[in-house]
């Protein structure tokens, strides 16, 4: 992958619950700048992408006091089409009121091009601020 370098912007809802087991719900959206440019191992070029804006659902599960696992899937947007994305994320969080966490997501678009017919993702990392 050359040039993907990116910011991206993400609004989520979660049901606390006193449970493991939280589910969620997370609008998103991934601007890259100068647009990604995926390249392959035969040399052909991906259609650049400016943003992936996707609207996401799946839950959370609390692995240890502070460390978490969460997995999405929902639908995202490029070029006006719509995809299949899975988000699988390990997060952890910084302070004991888990208000401030950091996390890691892989971002997987099942989106199969002309030039490559694969799939591809990017990996995000984050800082969550719980709010309310």
């Known amino acids: ?26 609008v998103n959206a991934d601007f890259f700048m100068n647009s990604a440019v995926l390249v392959f191992e035969n040399g052909n070029e991906l259609v650049k992408k400016g943003s992936v804006p996707s609207i996401l659902c799946g839950t959370k599960y ?12 929902g ?26 966490s950091v996390k890691m997501s892989l971002t997987h678009i099942f989106e199969n091009d002309n030039a490559g017919d694969k799939p591809f993702g990017y990996i995000n990392l984050g800082l969550v601020f719980r709010i309310l």
Not at 7 to 12: A, D, L, W
Not at 62 to 73: K, M, N, P, T, V
Not at 75 to 100: E, H
């Open 1 to 26: 992958m050359k040039n993907a370098n990116g910011v991206g912007f993400s609004i989520g809802l979660q049901i606390n619950t006193l449970k493991r087991i939280k589910p969620l719900f997370e």
């Open 62 to 73: 609390q692995l240890l006091d502070r460390l978490f696992f969460s997995g999405e899937i």
């Open 75 to 100: 639908p995202g947007i490029i070029k006006s089409k719509a995809f299949i994305v899975i988000k699988p994320s390990l997060g952890y969080y910084i302070d004991k009121n888990q208000r401030l």
